[in-house]
């Protein structure tokens, strides 16, 4: 029997994996920690709302965070996830009217991110051919993680998310493996590596393997990241004016909020240019 290739139907239907604020009870401005640096101007406890928090769940600074300090909430993204607790995990009961869920809608937001994360990364393993070698364990594991979203929060509070996350690594990493390797000539790998400050502009860094490196302040303007793997990145403050990520992989729209980008930067077309990039 010939092979018959896999067709997009076939897939779970996804949650949205943007964020949704207006579906949302603003959990990230409640669940969520911060410490008083450069991007919070104050402490925040995990569980107590930000003391810019309106009662309708909206900010009250939203258009003016960077000019009072909270430059972090810019950068922050759920994947969707805030959503998808609010309204389908509990079912449309938010934690001011219900306080009783509070405690467990707090605790089960942070596991849903980072399945949310993941259904993101999958998603777009899955739509690169050279990764085809993998897409039948990409496709299972998008399954099993998209059935979790939709679990119970008992269940979610359960869930063991970081041996989920390994499991779905190794396939991650043999996505970035097939595609880097099509790229020719000899590809620089800095995972992990420590290149904070570092002088990078112009730098041919297609194919590279930049998989959790350290990229704060770095100087990549003008240079070349096509194809080059990004995953877990710390790309906070990076100059990236002029530089070319087009089909960079698994580069995520909190990793560009968290950098310096100019109109000519180049992204990825599922991405979308930060407001404050000049």
């Given amino acids: 029997m010939d ?3 896999n067709h997009p139907a076939a897939l ?3 949650p949205v994996l943007q964020a949704d604020c207006t579906n949302c009870f603003a959990l990230c401005c409640v669940a969520l920690p911060f410490a008083k640096s450069s991007d919070f101007a ?3 406890p995990a569980g107590t709302p930000c003391k810019n928090l309106q009662q309708d769940f909206r900010c009250g600074i939203h258009t003016r965070l960077r000019d009072k300090g909270f430059q972090g909430c810019t950068v922050f993204d ?14 449309g009961r938010d934690w001011r009217t219900h306080p009783g869920t509070a405690r467990r809608m707090f605790e089960v937001f942070p596991v849903l991110r980072q399945l949310h994360e993941l259904l993101f990364y999958v998603s777009e393993a899955l739509t690169l051919p050279a990764a085809a070698p993998v897409h039948a364990d990409l496709r299972r594991a998008l399954t099993e993680a998209e059935e979790w979203t939709r679990a119970d929060a008992q269940a979610l509070a ?9 499991q779905i690594n190794t396939l991650l ?11 020719p000539g000899r590809k620089k790998n800095h995972r992990g590596a420590d290149l904070m400050g570092a002088k990078l502009q112009g730098a041919d860094l297609r194919g590279a393997n930049l998989r959790g490196a350290y990229l704060i302040a770095a100087n990549l ?4 990241l096509r194809t080059a793997d990004l995953i877990g990145a710390d790309l906070r403050d990076t100059n990236l004016r002029g530089a070319d990520l087009r089909d960079a992989i698994f580069l995520t729209q909190p990793q560009l909020n968290a950098a310096q980008g100019n109109p000519t930067t180049q992204i990825p077309p599922s991405l979308t240019h930060p407001t404050h990039w000049t």
Wanted: aromatic share 4%; net charge positive.
């Fill in 12 to 14: 779970p239907a996804l």
């Fill in 78 to 91: 759920c994947f969707g996830a805030g959503q998808q607790v609010s309204q389908v995990t509990f079912g």
């Fill in 158 to 166: 359960d869930l063991d998310v970081a041996a989920l996350r390994q």
């Fill in 3 to 5: 092979h018959v290739p």
């Fill in 221 to 224: 303007s003008g240079a070349d």
């Fill in 42 to 44: 104050v402490n925040k």
């Fill in 173 to 183: 990493l043999k996505t970035s493996e097939l595609v880097r390797a099509k790229v």
